[in-house]
């Protein structure tokens, strides 16, 4: 258990629909990222928050947003979901160091 | 921003033998550079990082080199064993005022046979 926890671990969705991934960060930890693994694909950079604020963001669709709460934990939100956003979300959280921590992930399928 | 390239994507060896790949970036700012492993199924693991005020760690049965001036770094592995089987990540740090992230490489799936 590396200490982040993200929620659904899978979920299968019909294109069109709404999802929301859960992450809760190791304790103490301020940052949260998430990224995107698509099939044999490297990690690709989505958005950081630090104690709440953004802080950078990637390649991230309009379609997707995310937000992090006072408690820390973070939420990233896809709609109008697409077949082509079938893949692993991690998220993962660092305390100031710049060594990261990751979750094992949320698969999602779109079909 | 960040650019890492990492090679090669594939890596087959015999059992016991040695692994080595490697990564160049292009930010010169870069000063960390961590390595994670990612099993099937799992999410990416931190096994070794090194700082730009070093040129080489070890911890066991793997290594990593930094090279500042050619922007190169790499991971060794000796005596490998199958449960070294996995797909592993090199990274590097970008900044943007006061953020930094990670950009990772597109990863090597290294395959120990026996």
């Known amino acids: 258990d590396s200490g982040v926890t993200q929620t659904p671990k899978h979920l299968i969705t019909a294109t069109g629909q709404r999802v929301t991934l859960r992450c809760s960060p190791r304790?103490?930890?301020?940052?949260v990222y998430w990224y995107q693994q698509s099939l044999d694909q490297g990690l690709q950079f989505l958005i950081q928050?630090?104690?709440?604020?953004?802080?950078a963001k990637g390649n991230i669709l309009e379609r997707f947003s995310a937000q992090q709460f006072p408690d820390l934990h973070s939420e990233l939100n896809l709609s109008s979901l697409e077949l082509g956003d079938s893949a692993l979300y991690f998220c993962?959280?660092?305390?100031?160091?710049?060594?990261?921590?990751f979750g094992s992930g949320t698969r999602l399928t779109v079909v | 921003g960040e650019n890492v390239e990492q090679h090669p994507s594939t890596l087959s060896v015999q059992e016991g033998d040695s692994a080595v790949i490697k990564c160049t970036y292009s930010?010169?700012?870069?000063?960390?550079f961590p390595w994670y492993k990612q099993e099937l199924g799992k999410g990416p693991q931190l096994i070794i990082d090194?700082?730009?005020?070093?040129g080489e760690k070890k911890d066991q049965r793997i290594a990593v080199t930094l090279n500042k001036t050619a922007k190169h770094f790499s991971l060794h592995i000796t005596e490998t064993q199958p449960e070294d089987s996995a797909v592993y990540f090199c990274?590097?740090?970008?900044?943007?005022?006061?953020?930094?992230?990670?950009?990772f490489g597109t990863g090597t799936r290294l395959q120990v046979t026996l």
């Open positions: 993962a959280s660092s305390g100031g160091g710049q060594g990261y921590t």
């Open positions: 990274a590097a740090p970008s900044y943007t005022g006061t953020a930094s992230k990670l950009t």
């Open positions: 304790s103490g930890d301020l940052s």
């Open positions: 928050y630090y104690n709440g604020e953004e802080r």
């Open positions: 930010d010169s700012a870069s000063n960390y």
């Open positions: 090194i700082r730009s005020n070093v």
